[in-house]
Nanobody, 115 residues
């Protein structure tokens, strides 16, 4: 069956960096656009970044993270990444990986930005 597993979350101070990883198995990873979403307590889940099928594919970012976050993928490793720099307290949320156009989501990884 399809498995989507995020990792890399944690507690960091404002201005620091984290890299999230999402490993996918049980399906043809390279057939899907991939995306990262996040959900803060009491808020709706929102799109953070997405990337089309190929390595180095076309990317799209939420306005709030443009210039700070970078999404990338490695189809050979069946993994998508989210490099998060200059983190802010408002980036605190559970981050979820999603195979676009499917119902496959990861379990989420918590990112907390606090001094």
């Amino acid at each position: 069956q399809v498995q989507v597993v995020e990792s890399g979350g944690g507690l960091v101070q404002p201005g620091e960096s984290l890299r999230l990883s999402c490993a996918v198995s049980g399906t043809i990873f390279s057939a899907y656009a991939m995306a990262w979403y996040r959900q803060a307590p009491g808020k709706q889940r929102e799109l953070v970044a997405s990337i089309t099928i190929s390595n180095g594919g076309r990317t799209n970012y939420a306005e709030s993270v443009k210039g700070r976050f970078t999404i990338s993928r490695d189809n050979a490793k069946k993994t998508v990444y989210l490099q998060m720099n200059s983190l802010k307290p408002e980036d605190t949320a559970a981050y979820y990986c999603h195979l676009e156009s499917t119902n496959f989501w990861g379990q989420g990884t918590q990112v907390t930005v606090s001094s």
